[in-house]
């Protein structure tokens, strides 16, 4: 079974400080997907990234960050230097390559607050 | 401009009263699904598409049904809208392929009273 989890609910930072959230995966596939989608108060789903589950290359994107890591399961996301406009929640997710029409499998969401 | 257009984008209706959620897509992309977000639970997979005319369930499909009948729209169809159908809904496109990004739409949140 495709299990994505995302432990931590909540989280609060004031506005510069990095922050990290996490996302553990479970999948028997050898060949998978992993995404992250935020979605700010306005309620859009945004695609952030994705990556190869052949790729364990880290990516950096101006203040974001990514480290897939596949000996712990895990595709982690780091905000740097954060700001009021990150505040939103952040969907990490999984497609296998046998999951059918491209079936996403979202963890439960991290919801980011960034203050002033 | 690529995009997925649901409608409409917020509704209140009432036990039983049938109701459909449009989606339309522009990018010719071949693969639709629908989903919804509940707290604490993400967002799970109602049904998908993979082309025109082909349909099957994603991991929660009852009460809901779909069609296929052109490649750019997939509308998602409450034959006796429930209370525990109240949800966020989400259509999402993509291109044929498990490791091509799902492009959302903006959302429907519909409420079941």
């Known amino acids: 079974a495709q299990k994505v989890t995302q432990a931590q609910t909540e989280i609060s930072v004031v506005e510069k400080e990095d922050v990290t959230l996490d996302c553990v995966y479970e999948t028997r596939d050898t060949t998978y997907y992993l995404f992250w989608y935020k979605q700010p108060p306005s309620g859009e789903l945004v695609f952030l990234i994705r990556r190869n589950s052949f790729d364990e290359q880290n990516e950096i994107s101006g203040r974001y960050s990514w480290n897939f890591q596949k000996s712990t399961s895990s595709f982690n996301f780091t905000i740097t230097a954060s700001q009021v406009v990150d505040s939103a929640v952040y969907f990490c997710?999984?497609?296998?390559?046998?999951?059918?029409?491209?079936?996403?499998?979202f963890g439960q969401g991290t919801e980011l607050s960034v203050k002033p | 401009e690529a995009q997925v257009t649901q409608n409409p984008r917020y509704l209140i209706t009432v036990t039983g009263k049938k109701l459909t959620v449009t989606c339309s897509q522009n990018m010719n992309h071949e693969y639709m699904s629908w989903y919804r977000q509940d707290p604490g639970l993400g967002l799970r997979q109602i049904y998908y598409?993979?082309?025109?005319?082909?349909?099957d369930k994603g991991d929660v499909p009852e009460g809901y049904k779909v069609s296929r009948k052109e490649k750019r729209n997939f509308p998602l169809i409450l034959e006796s809208p429930s209370p525990n159908q109240t949800s966020l809904y989400f259509c999402?496109?993509?291109?044929?392929?498990?490791?091509?990004?799902?492009?959302f739409g903006d959302g429907t949140r519909l409420s079941i009273l």
């Open positions: 598409s993979m082309n025109v005319e082909v349909t």
């Open positions: 999402a496109s993509s291109f044929q392929g498990s490791n091509q990004p799902q492009h």
């Open positions: 997710a999984l497609s296998g390559i046998y999951n059918q029409g491209g079936k996403l499998i």
